[in-house]
């Protein structure tokens, strides 16, 4: 805790702070309700799925080419205000879309001035729920009587008479309440506790058989009976009671699937919107982990922050969805928050990024390495995982288990306060287990998550699993992080940091919204869960297996080449220079261009060899931080335009002594042993 309040009193990290408060505080008061809002514009799962399918087309494309123009420029930090600005507007314009139009359900009985109740009950667009048979329901009727004379087109609005047991208001035709008999007027809400079995008539009604009961509640007062009120015999008197909760007793009826405005609007605005997403969250992740490495700071002390914001403007954004009754206030939210983020972005200091010379070529040089290729194809599984719950889960709450938006903010409060811890220990858990199983463990806890879900018969209990995002998130993207900076140079650290963010989020939500979607379509959400609940459980067997059979031997032979090439000596053993190198990658989306742990001859350097264990030294003969020029390699310094004194280590002078040789071994393989250890299974 020390380390942490030390943390808190370092100014220099305050931006840092408040923007990772900013960022993923506004995200998490709108990204988990777009598929509820969707629903809400009366969009089917099929068209859901489509949305999020077509995505990834831009934004794949889009993303990869703005964070190579990030490393080209290096001081990228005006792009980055401009497209948080960018995201903060085209989110909202996402209210001005339309809703499908849609005939209202409705299941309403009638009385009329000859009965007390009607056996018959007036359903509209209602396909009713198998659960719905002879059973009781509890359900909020709004009751309305009226009266329309001969010779009137007028109606004429009378009240309903409530009757006790014992009590005989038949004839009670005074417009005042009496003992046992209630007079209502006018519009009003009853709770209505209705047992009957009922009998498909056709035409839209139902019969309800001869067994049938029901009780009114009424101002905490229970009556049995309900009478339209007495009216003259040149009258028609006729009483509705409208369900206010049709959903309890009737199937949703799925729109039809015509590809109408709402959908083509909504594809066209949701297509900038998540490019928008995409690039503020790869930007953000480089830019963070490089002002962090500077400043030698604790990554996870900053990403805390990042939860704090979730955890506290999830559930505000629920409550008031829930008290307005619109979106609008999240959508709102969202754009104030990324505004402020925008402002407070230019505070930043980027001058420390190194441009990067050629960032196609370096792309594609990294590609190459079947380890990268290994690892996206596990982003990019993971990614679907995410993405199908980030879009669905909220869509299972509320049509499965009956969810309101409040408890559907607390699901994200819950799966973010639980990270808190995590953020804190992120790194020493990482350094602790290795890069590749702190992804396999997020594959077991996706495994247990979905199957929990599939099982879950109360939103509450849901609760429980969310707690799960310990490790499919927070973990997770620390030690994805670590092992990216770990593949990349600093030249490429943008570029690979949207590369894996669009593989994660922009590709991971909208694949896994489509394959999910049509999935729940044709199977259910408690079918789907299961399915891909077996996916991340093949997909981390595999990719264990794919370690302990080929990956880990892999390393070895690539760290014995690279230990055992004589250029790669190393000067003193200054630990706290290998521990940046080594570990402080802990940071999300964070490479590190050390050149000072490492001082050897520029002649030896060339195109075609640079070791995996020191890749984050630039092949170029170029000095990271000044013009080309033949110097040694020095100590690291990321103030711009300032070059620290050369540490020579004496492999310029023909007099290099058999003890200095022995200690330039012991320091390689020193370095090669802390280097292991963070990638160890």
């Known amino acids: 805790m020390d380390k942490f309040k030390k943390d808190l009193k370092r100014k220099e990290l305050i931006p ?34 489509i949305i999020f399918a077509v995505q990834p087309v831009i934004a794949l494309i889009v993303a990869p080419m703005v964070g190579m123009v990030a490393d080209k420029i290096g001081n990228f930090k005006l792009i980055f205000s401009f497209f948080l600005t960018f995201s903060a507007i085209t989110s909202n314009l996402l209210l001005l879309v339309p809703p499908v139009p849609q005939a209202k359900t409705s299941f309403d009985f009638k009385c009329d001035s000859q009965s007390n109740f009607t056996i018959k009950a007036v359903v509209k667009n209602c396909a009713f729920k198998p659960n719905f048979y002879n059973r009781t329901h509890n359900l909020a009727l709004k009751v309305q009587c009226e009266q329309q004379c ?21 004839n009670h035709c005074v417009n005042t309440s009496k003992r046992g008999c209630e007079h209502i007027h006018g519009e009003t809400t009853l709770d209505m506790h209705l047992t009957f079995l009922f009998i498909n008539n056709g035409n839209d009604t139902v019969s309800i058989n001869d067994d049938y009961h029901y009780s009114l509640t009424y101002e905490n007062e229970t009556f049995n009976r309900a009478w339209c009120s007495c009216s003259s015999p040149d009258c028609n008197t006729k009483c509705i009671f409208l369900n206010q909760n049709s959903d309890s007793i009737c199937e949703e009826i799925q729109p039809e699937d015509t590809f109408g405005i709402t959908f083509w609007s909504y594809l066209g605005i949701r297509l900038v919107v998540t490019l928008g997403i995409g690039l503020v969250n790869g930007l953000f ?8 490495h500077d400043l030698k700071a604790d990554v996870g002390f900053q990403r805390f922050w990042s939860t704090v914001g979730m955890c506290l403007l999830a559930p505000i954004s629920g409550y008031f969805v829930d008290e307005y009754d619109t979106f609008k206030p999240c959508f709102f939210m969202y754009g104030i928050l990324y505004l402020l983020a925008a402002v407070t972005s230019l505070s930043l200091d980027l001058s ?9 070529k370096n792309l594609a040089d990294l590609i190459k390495s079947p380890e990268v290729d290994l690892l996206f194809i596990q982003i990019a599984a993971l990614g679907i995982c995410w993405g199908f719950l980030e879009n669905f889960l909220f869509w299972f709450l509320e049509s499965e288990l009956g969810s309101n938006n409040l408890i559907m903010g607390l699901t994200v409060t819950v799966g973010s306060g639980t990270g808190l811890f995590m953020a804190l220990i992120a790194t020493w858990f990482t350094r602790k287990i290795g890069y590749v199983n702190v992804i396999i463990v997020a594959f077991a806890a996706y495994t247990v998550r979905f199957l929990g879900y599939a099982y879950a018969q109360d939103a509450y209990f849901c609760l429980i699993f969310e707690m ?3 490790f499919t998130v927070t973990l997770l993207t620390v030690g994805v992080t670590m092992y990216c900076t770990e593949l990349a140079s600093m030249e490429m650290l943008t570029t690979v940091m949207t590369l894996w963010n669009g593989l994660h989020v922009i590709s991971g939500r909208a694949f896994g919204s489509l394959l999910g979607g049509f999935l729940v379509r044709n199977h259910g959400f408690r079918q789907t869960f299961r399915f891909f609940a077996y996916g991340c459980a093949g997909f981390g067997s595999f990719y264990a297996l794919m370690y302990v059979t080929w990956l880990r031997k892999w390393r070895i032979t690539h760290r014995k080449a690279s230990s055992v090439d004589p250029r790669h000596s190393s000067c003193g053993s200054d630990e706290s220079a290998m521990k940046m190198q080594a570990f402080s990658s802990f940071s999300l989306h964070c490479s ?16 075609e060899f640079r070791p995996r264990a020191f890749s984050q030294i630039p092949v170029s003969t170029r000095n990271s931080f000044s013009k080309a020029r033949a110097l040694p390699r020095h100590a690291v310094s990321f103030n711009e335009g300032k070059l620290q004194r050369p540490h020579f280590t004496g492999l310029e002078t023909a007099q290099d002594s058999t003890a200095q040789t022995r200690n330039r071994k012991i320091s390689v393989e020193k370095l090669d042993d802390k280097l292991e250890s963070v990638t160890r299974f």
């Open 592 to 607: 590190v261009d050390s050149p000072g742990l490492l001082s050897y001859p520029l002649e030896f350097v060339d195109e």
């Open 352 to 360: 420390m990024k190194i441009p990067s010379d050629n960032p196609l």
């Open 150 to 170: 001969e010779n009137s087109t007028a109606l004429r609005i009378l009240p309903l008479i409530l009757e006790k047991d014992g009590s005989d208001c038949y």
């Open 285 to 292: 992740d480089s830019a963070s982990m490089t002002i962090i």
């Open 468 to 470: 799960m995002e310990n």
């Open 16 to 49: 840092i702070k408040l923007l990772m408060f900013l960022i993923y505080g506004g995200q998490a008061t709108l990204y988990p309700y777009f598929t509820v809002h969707l629903k809400s514009l009366n969009v089917s799962i099929q068209q859901t799925a």
